[in-house]
Structures are given as C-alpha cells and as structure tokens.
C-alpha cells in the first residue's frame, strides 16, 4: 500500500502575508485538489498557513487530522538560501549547490527527516498536503528521494509517494 505527500509552495504574498491575488490563487487551486486528504502540514509561515486554510476553503472537504504545523519543514538558515541564490544568481539546486554545497547538503537533510516524518505519521494509503517554500522544498525532495526537481513556481508541486518502502517523485502539480 502507498502513502503519498503533495508538497506545494505558497501562493503570492507580501513579506509573510498572502497578496489578494494570492488568496484568489489559492482557493482557486483548492477547488482543483482531488482531495481525500488525511491530514495538512505547514511550515508555520503565516504564508505557508493562510495558503493551506485556502486550499482547504476552496476544497470545502473535512481532513481528518486537521491542519499542523510542522516547524521541521522551515529552514532555520533562510538568510544563508537568500545569500546563495544571490552568490548563485538562481533558486534551482544544482546553483545554490555550487554556491554553497554545505548548506545544500545539510539542510537537505534536516528538511528531509521532517518531510519523513509526515510520511509516518500516515496510515497506510494515506495522503497529506503540505505548504512551504522554494528552494527548501526542492531540498527536502532531494534529501528524501535523492533526486533533484526543479524549482517550484508558487501554488505548484511535486508528489512524492512512498511504496512498499521505496520513494519516488510522480510527478509535478
């Protein structure tokens, strides 16, 4: 039996609040979601929080186990990805890799142990939702499936399922 995680990123926003056109974004991608959802994870960014209540909103469907913060899927080094991609001049890995391949390397880790976690903490066939960031959710991906995805545009994704123990990305949403 598989477990599944839809990793997306935050809609438009202003510092740590959505834009007006970012909540429009988000409860329009709610009211696409297939649903089905056992529980929805969040960095805790009020960006990352307020994009989930909007998918959830545009849903319009109960989750189970509800809404959580999963403070593991934040970097706590945000000032050091916003130093790389400067260095690098781009948000895709394989840049911010040249530009600082520790801090590729060891977030990717850290960020990977909590995307785990939400792995876990499914029933078997269960499915979650999470909203974070670019790039930290392309590294978490890379730490846990040890493949490199390319950036994600905001409201967008990645799946990543996880079947008889093996992960592998399905696709991008």
Known sequence: MSKSVELRRHTDADGD?????????????GGR???GYDLLVSTGAQRATQTLACFLAG???????????????RSRV???W????LKAGSGDLPSLREADPELVEEDSALLAA??????????????????GH??????????LVGEIVDPISKGEGVLVVEENGDLRIEGKL
């Open 59 to 73: 849903l319009g469907e109960r989750v189970p186990r509800g809404v959580v913060v999963e403070p593991g899927l």
């Open 114 to 131: 909590a995307l785990r976690g939400v792995l876990d903490a499914l029933p078997a066939g269960g499915r979650a939702l999470v909203v």
């Open 33 to 35: 979601l297939a649903g």
């Open 17 to 29: 609040v959505l834009t007006p056109e970012g909540v429009q974004a988000a409860l329009e991608i």
């Open 134 to 143: 670019s790039p930290t959710n392309e590294a978490s991906v890379l730490g």
């Open 82 to 85: 916003r130093a790389a991609y």
């Open 78 to 80: 945000e000032d050091r």
